[in-house]
């Protein structure tokens, strides 16, 4: 904290009284907060001025450091989700307390429904009831379990793809007190790898009948 008066006769000054204060942001200077006068001060600035201005100070700091904190989450946030959307999985993420969508990415793709279309809502939302009942036990029984679950293949009825085989794996992802608190799911279109397998074996088949009939 600074108190000055420059001498008045000095024609170099144009202020006469002066009271600043280093604004710290993130352990570093990042300017000064002051006062000043053109006219000077016939005593020295009281001790409930400097505290205002210390405090004052203070308050500017924080409020720009949590400024700096918001830009750099929201810089670090725009990053997580080009990532995000840019993974060739649907990336599914629901509240562990009543499995509603928090997040759905490739929705549209694969499921036939935005992210907009379903956050807050649940899988009844979107599938059959048969099959949502079927989905909503088995994401009860990994958060039951409390780690990954691999479901290797996994039929999902979608609105205009007709229906789909999925690889999907699932795990909780826990508070800092261990309860779960979302349920994260990845998910991969396999049906065109499934049908060539299928095309495949039933080509292998055909090839082993026909040399059979030949001998």
């Not at 002066?18 to 990042?30: D, F, K, P, T, W």
């Not at 899988?123 to 909503?136: G, S, T, V």
């Not at 029984?141 to 007709?162: A, F, K, N």
């Amino acid at each position: 904290l600074s108190d000055w008066s420059p001498p008045s006769a000095d024609p170099l000054f144009t202020f006469r009284a002066y009271l600043g204060i280093a604004v710290i942001v993130g352990g570093q200077v990042y300017g000064t907060l002051s006062f000043s006068s053109p006219q000077p001060r016939s005593k020295g600035f009281a001790g409930y001025e400097k505290t205002f201005l210390e405090l004052a100070a203070q308050w500017i700091g924080h409020e720009l450091e949590r400024n700096l904190a918001d830009e750099a989450l929201r810089g670090t946030q725009t990053f997580l989700n080009s990532i995000v959307e840019n993974i060739p999985y649907m990336i599914v993420v629901k509240d562990a307390r009543n499995l509603k969508f928090i997040r759905l990415n490739k929705g549209e793709e694969l499921l036939g429904c935005s992210q907009d279309e379903v956050l807050g809502l649940n899988d009844y939302a979107i599938f059959p009831k048969e099959q949502a009942d079927c989905f909503m036990a088995r994401d009860r029984e990994v958060l039951e379990r409390g780690r990954l679950v691999d479901i290797p293949e996994e039929s999902v009825q979608t609105r205009h793809r007709g229906n789909r085989i999925l690889h999907t794996r699932k795990i909780p992802v826990f508070d800092r007190v261990g309860k779960p608190q979302y349920l994260l799911s990845f998910s991969e279109d396999i049906t065109e790898r499934k049908e060539a397998q299928e095309e495949l074996k039933r080509a292998k088949e055909e090839a082993e009948a026909a040399n059979h009939a030949k001998s």
